[in-house]
């Protein structure tokens, strides 16, 4: 069974930094593609950053947090990160980590899995 639990989150002033976990069971880890998403209060879901698997490699990153958050993953312990640094008001939200099989879906955003979110408030 595909587990993701996501961790790290807090509050922090803004300017500062802050890194979320995302540990994942269940499946084959290195071929599954993962994605972080963001969620305010009467706000859609956004994606944050997506790291893909399989016959495309890469990754992606909302415009929005483009040259201050960084996804990555140790395959070697299951474990999704994003890296957020230059933490900006507009940042407060709950954090998701999601995965999904291969690339095909994860490519558009679609993905299957969830976890149940982690949050991220950042002051002024």
């Known amino acids: 069974q595909v587990q993701l639990v996501e961790s790290g989150g807090s509050s922090v002033q803004a300017g500062g930094s802050l890194r979320l976990s995302c540990a994942a069971s269940?499946?084959?880890?290195?071929?599954?593609?993962m994605g972080w998403f963001r969620q305010a209060p009467g706000k859609e879901r956004e994606g944050v950053a997506r790291?893909?698997?399989?016959?495309?490699?890469?990754?992606y990153y909302a415009d929005s947090v483009k040259g201050r958050f960084t996804i990555s993953k140790d395959t070697a312990k299951n474990t999704l990160y994003l890296q957020m640094n230059s933490l900006k008001t507009e940042d407060t939200a709950m954090y998701y980590c999601?995965?999904?099989?291969?690339?095909?879906?994860?490519?558009?955003?679609?993905?299957?899995?969830w976890g149940q979110g982690t949050q991220v408030t950042v002051s002024s």
């Open positions: 999601a995965a999904d099989r291969g690339w095909y879906k994860a490519i558009r955003g679609d993905f299957d899995y």
């Open positions: 790291i893909y698997s399989g016959g495309i490699a890469g990754t």
């Open positions: 269940g499946y084959d880890f290195s071929s599954y593609s």
